[in-house]
């Protein structure tokens, strides 16, 4: 190679090398601001996101509190104990279950199914402090103690149908926790930060966190007091009349507020899956899966708000009310009871005093007798549009808006043409609809506040730390006249003092009411009188109305009338009620009456029943299928030897199926003729022993007042 071509050569090499270089450079250039706008671009912000670690603090749940400031629920820490699956070794496995057994009491299949799990599983809840110390002396890496938010309800199974209860996320379930969930809860905090794929903190990174809002408190319309004498009233009743169920309301009667409410039997809030009474607790033990799911919202029903009943003869108030308001009745109206009701073809009414009637009977009289006949002619009067409109003013066929949740809305006839002649009757006192005890104590309460349907309430305040709200009465409508409902208010009276509704009567004390008792269908498709809803509706006091009690039994065993059940429950709640409120003496009782002891109803016929009280000056009422006056009476409301005024009226509940016990009366000097006159209607075998000739009685074998078989002989021993 020439000189020339050698300096060209290199010439062009170098200006090859530069360009390549330039051109290296430049890519690396490229490459960089590439780098960089990843960097800064969704990738960064994608993995930052995946070191992004996110840890929920829970917020303090708000407190239930009463009208008074008594807690009803609280948030607590408690200690939890989980077990993490893993690699353990023999010897832990061993100590473990050592642990589980000695210091928690857990049964071998319960540990054998923890040891099991390939989850997490929470082996306790509320570890006590002696029970959190030895699980942390055990230094076993499977097990962690957490520290949690819990729920506490200090009163345990009082109102919880009222309360309802939190599930295991501390979300309410049931009554006033579930319905009030959002305000209750707060909201939860976040504890924001950037953390490695393990979890170990980068120190170096900001970190953010956002604490915990704690939820509102509330304050309820109850009062705990009054509701501790309704409790201990279920409690007691549920023990004597061991019924179906109790639900029992108090209100203020002005301002439709719920004071108590409580049903029976009752779950504790504290363990609601645990069964109410001994036999459901063996039976939830029996039972799986949706079996068992449903057999649980059997439990949590608040029969209250969620069960329907044929409200009886209480429903005679709404039917009054409308008949006055309307002025198809007044204070002169009059009515005729013969016992039965036949003038409405294919059915037969039957009063309940059908063994010995009514007869002529104003408005305040029939209210009074609690007499259906009457009620059926009142019914008639008020015609079918008008009580279907008044139906549905009342509420019924409708929830009453209770803030609580589940509400039922009863059953009413869907329109006009539904109501048939035979319909109207048995709605006039009560039969034929169906409603709750919610919606009835409403209703009844706009008889004596002035006519007023107002939303029943059981939330009086929210509190939370930006405001106090107090939650409103809410008037819906008036439905009846001031007018009208002073009149009935002395209807109400009279029905206590002188009416079926006497088991609350009190001297001194001026209280309204008026009972019910609704008999049921048997299994077999038929009435029976041995299966009732007995109810009772009162006020008091009457001068200036403040408290309503309404008290619904389902199959009281024994006595099941509405006014020896239900009334003399509401009796011990509203004595109770006026000591703890002080309530003064209004009524002052200037006649003195005789007083007279009860004589012993038990073994009689229904006829030879009516005989004694007629003698003694007393009034029987009683409840059944039949129109035999050779039934069997069974109890009484009223014990034997128990002074009472005259007029007063003894419940009576009597067998008609045949296989009672009969008292032996005392047949002492009577003739062969009286004997049998005396006996004609008892099912007894007379054997005659003596001398007939000389014609009296000497003596019987059984004796006199002693209980015998229906069918069973009956010694006559002569002179």
Known sequence: MDSNSKKRFNRNFKTRTTYIFFICLLLVLVFA?????????????????????????????????????????????????????????????????????????????????ILNSKERVKVSNKLTPEETKKIKDLKLNCLSISVENSRAYPLESSLSYVLGFVDSDNEGQYGIESKYNDILKGKPGL??????????????????????????DISLTIDETINNIVSKASSDAYDKFNPKSISIIVTDVNKNEVLAMENFPRYNSNNPREGRTEEEKNEIGKLEGEEKLNKYYDIWRNISVSNVYEPGSVFKLITSAIAIEENTSNSKSEYYCNGLYKEIPGVTIRCVNWFEPHGKQTLKEALANSCNPSFVQIGQDIGTNKFYEYLKAFGFGQTTGIDIGAEETGLIPNNIEEIKPVRLATMSYGHGISVTPIQMITAANAVVNGGYIITPKLVKEIKSDEEDKTVEKEIKRQVISSDTSDQMKELMVNNVENGVASAVKMANYSIGGKSGTSIKIDDDGA????????????????????????????????????NSVAGSIS???????????????????????????????????????????????LRINIENTTMDDSIIITSQSIEEG??????????????????????????????????????????LKLVNKGDISKGKVLKTN????????????LELIYE
């Open 33 to 113: 601001v590439r780098l960089i706008w990843l960097y800064n671009s969704k990738y960064r912000s994608l993995a930052s996101e995946q070191r992004l670690k996110t840890i929920e603090i829970p917020a303090s749940r708000g407190n239930i509190y009463d009208r008074n400031g008594k807690i009803l629920a609280e948030s607590i820490k408690i200690s939890s104990l989980y077990y993490f699956p893993g690699n353990i070794s023999d010897t832990d496995k061993i100590k473990l279950q050592s642990a589980l057994r000695d210091i928690l009491s857990l049964s071998d299949d319960k540990i054998e199914e």
């Open 702 to 713: 059984p004796s006199a007042g002693e209980l015998v078989e229906s069918g069973s002989s």
């Open 571 to 617: 009796r011990e709640i509203i004595k109770e009620i006026i000591d703890y409120q002080n309530i003064d003496k209004k009524v002052d009782i200037n006649k003195e009456e005789e007083e007279i002891k009860v004589p012993n109803f038990t073994g009689e016929t229904l006829k030879s029943a009516i005989k004694i009280a007629k003698d003694n000056n």
């Open 191 to 216: 504890n924001l930060y950037t953390g490695t794929r393990d979890g170990d903190i980068i120190s170096y990174d900001k970190n953010e966190k956002y604490s915990a809002t704690a939820g509102s």
């Open 527 to 562: 009435y029976t009188s041995e299966k009732t809803v007995a109810s009772f509706y009162s006020v008091f006091p009457m001068e200036k109305p403040e408290y309503s009690i309404l008290v619904v039994v389902d199959e009281p065993k024994g006595q099941n009338s509405g």
């Open 642 to 683: 128990t002074k009472v005024e005259e007029d007063t009226v003894v419940d009576l509940a009597a067998d008609d199926t045949g296989k009672a016990l009969i008292k032996v009366p005392n047949l002492e000097n009577y003739s062969e003729y009286d004997v049998k006159k005396r006996l004609e209607d008892v099912n």
